[in-house]
């Protein structure tokens, strides 16, 4: 009879180490598509803000490149607000702060051309240059965080007295 407690015994603790395991992988996984997912919204963020950018370098003073730079906003920003759950607190702070005074420009245009063209154009330049050091920043990052993302640690690799600062 003792046998047959030793033996259910080692069944149940095999199967919790085998659950312990899974759920271990299950949630590593799980860490790696947040990573992917950050680093595809950053890349996107990017690609409006280059949009935006590129709008504004073909000629900044003419009323129709500024008035399609300002589509170029509200595309971003309407993407900011679909996807900036994302990003992590601190990153998503820094980049609502500039999203935010985007849409106060983007209404007051929208309500009665508030700014002039120029006006408009240096303005959205000056947000582009913050976006874009901000996203830059974000995306290298992030880039950095999956390129070092292991699903399973290397055992006897690390030694806890000198681990990285950072980590």
Request: include cysteine.
């Given at each position: 009879m003792?046998?047959?407690?030793a033996?259910?015994?080692g ?6 180490l ?8 299950v949630q ?9 997912r ?7 963020y990017?690609e ?6 590129g ?12 008035d399609?730079a300002?589509?170029g906003?509200?595309d971003?920003c309407?993407?900011f607000?679909?996807t ?8 998503r ?12 420009e ?8 508030q ?5 408009a154009?240096?303005?959205l330049?000056?947000?582009y ?10 995306t290298?990052r ?16 690390r030694?806890?007295?000198?681990q990285?600062?950072?980590?």
């Amino acid at each position: 009879m003792d046998y047959l407690y030793a033996g259910l015994a080692g069944v149940v603790v095999g199967a919790f180490l085998a659950a312990v395991i899974v759920l271990y992988l299950v949630q590593k996984r799980v860490d790696r598509d947040l990573i992917e997912r950050r680093l595809r919204a950053c890349l996107e963020y990017r690609e409006l803000v280059a949009a935006l950018e590129g709008t504004l370098a073909r000629e900044g003073d003419d009323p129709a490149v500024v008035d399609q730079a300002w589509w170029g906003v509200r595309d971003l920003c309407r993407e900011f607000r679909l996807t900036s759950w994302l990003l992590e607190p601190p990153v998503r702070r820094r980049l609502a702060l500039v999203v935010e005074e985007l849409e106060a420009e983007l209404a007051g245009h929208e309500r009665n051309g508030q700014l002039g063209s120029g006006r408009a154009a240096q303005m959205l330049c000056g947000k582009y240059l913050q976006l874009d050091r901000l996203l830059t920043r974000e995306t290298e990052r992030q880039s950095r965080e999956l390129q070092r993302f292991r699903f399973l640690p290397r055992i006897g690799s690390r030694n806890p007295l000198t681990q990285d600062v950072d980590e």
